[in-house]
Structure formats: structure tokens, C-alpha cells
């Protein structure tokens, strides 16, 4: 059975740093791209940045590039994503979700396997 | 970027109708379409795929159809736990989402 999990959510003054895990299970973590989905309160979804299986290439949305930086440690099964720079517009519901396959320059891919999300306020 | 629009934002229907929910990408997506539903306080759960692939144990009453920039989503017939919000998400450069359409109660 397909498991994601995360953490690392929280409240952080305008300007910190937060960083966000994800802890899978149940497939060949290191097959496939992951990304992170955000949902900021009573919004709609919005893709924030993905990674290839091998972790070799990174994909950002415009609104996070330069703030944001997606890792992975295919050892640990493990998803990341550091933030810095933190904006109140960031404060959303933080998603893992696992590609159904990769992820390219001039493509993405739809999520079959989503993590229950980490709430992520940025608030003085 | 490619963008997708959604739908309508919302609608209301009783248990038994057949809905539809519609998504305009800015440009074409060779069929790179998937759709989620989501309920309160929870992950979204994918539904169909590749504009018309059913995803393994999601109920026939979904399908998908379309092609270019214009797809859509049916439930042939509405049940009680269908009630939620619906996405599409164009997948053919990058990702987008459409802003999503929430299923109501009449």
C-alpha cells in the first residue's frame, strides 16, 4: 500500500524558513518524480515544484522559483522542500504527491498517490 | 504557461441527475487532462486520466472525454458521496490546475 506522509508544517514570521518531509512507502521511491501541491485556505490547488526519480532535475512554479528548493534522499524514501523567504500568500496546505511516472523539461504528470498535506501558516 | 479554465465554480444537483463539468485549456493538451475529486479536509483522490482513463476502483458512472483544449467530466448519475469539488489538472507542459467546481446538495 502506497503511504505518504508528511511534516514540518507550522506557524513561521514573514521572511523565515520552513522545512517540509514526506516519508513514503509501498512502491520504488526512487521510479518516480514527486512533487509538492499546495492549497492555500478555501483555494484551489496549486502545483509548486517537482523532482525527478533520480533527483537530477527540478521543476518550479514561478511563484516559489527562487525561494523554494525540492530534495529528495533516495536512501531514506524520503521528499523535501525548503522554503525561504517565507510570504503570508505561502500559508497553504502543503501536499506530497507521487508522479505515475517522470517528470520532464517539457512535460509533467498526473498524481495517482497523495500525502493527507501539512498546514503551513506564515503569519507575524 | 497553460492555463485551465474551469467550469462551472459551482453547481447544485440531486442524487440521481447526470452532471458535467467542463475545462478550457489556453492552448492544446493532446489529451495530458486528469481530473481529482476532493472532499473537505482531505487529499484530493484522482479519477480519471489521459482525458479518459477510469483510475483502477473509481466507479464507471465517471468518464472523461474531449480532446485539443476542451474536456470534459460526467457523472452519469449522482450519488450521495459524490458531493465534492472537482478538479482538472493539464499535465502536457508542466502542471496546472483548473480553480475546481464544487458538486452541491439542491
Known amino acids: 500500500e502506497v503511504q505518504l506522509l508528511e511534516s514540518g508544517g507550522g506557524l513561521v514570521q514573514p521572511g523565515g524558513s520552513l522545512r517540509l518531509s514526506c516519508a513514503a512507502s509501498?512502491?520504488?521511491?526512487?521510479?518516480?518524480?514527486m512533487s509538492w501541491v499546495r492549497q492555500a485556505p478555501g483555494k484551489g490547488l496549486e502545483w509548486v515544484s517537482a523532482i525527478s526519480g533520480s533527483g537530477g532535475s527540478t521543476y518550479y512554479a514561478d511563484s516559489v522559483k527562487g525561494r523554494f528548493t525540492i530534495s529528495r534522499d533516495n536512501s531514506k524514501n524520503t521528499l523535501y522542500l525548503q522554503m525561504n523567504s517565507l510570504r503570508a500568500e505561502d500559508t497553504a496546505v502543503y501536499y506530497c504527491?507521487?508522479?505515475?511516472?517522470?517528470?520532464?523539461?517539457?512535460?509533467?504528470?498526473?498524481?495517482?498517490?497523495w500525502g493527507q498535506g501539512t498546514l503551513v501558516t506564515v503569519s507575524s | 504557461d497553460i492555463q485551465m479554465t474551469q467550469s462551472p465554480s459551482s453547481l447544485s444537483a440531486s442524487v440521481g441527475d447526470r452532471v458535467t463539468i467542463t475545462c478550457r485549456a489556453s492552448q492544446g493538451i493532446s489529451n495530458s487532462l486528469a481530473w481529482y475529486q476532493q472532499k473537505p479536509g482531505k487529499a484530493p483522490k484522482l479519477l480519471l486520466y489521459a482525458a479518459s482513463r477510469l483510475e483502477s476502483g473509481v466507479p464507471s458512472r465517471f468518464s472523461g472525454s474531449g480532446s485539443g483544449t476542451d474536456y470534459t467530466l460526467t457523472i452519469s448519475s449522482l450519488q450521495p458521496e459524490d458531493f465534492a469539488t472537482y478538479y482538472c489538472q493539464q499535465y502536457y507542459s508542466t502542471s496546472f490546475f483548473g480553480g475546481g467546481t464544487k458538486v452541491e446538495i439542491k
Open positions: 509501498g512502491f520504488t521511491f526512487s521510479s518516480y518524480a
Open positions: 504527491a507521487k508522479s505515475s511516472g517522470r517528470w520532464g523539461a517539457t512535460g509533467g504528470n498526473y498524481f495517482d498517490y
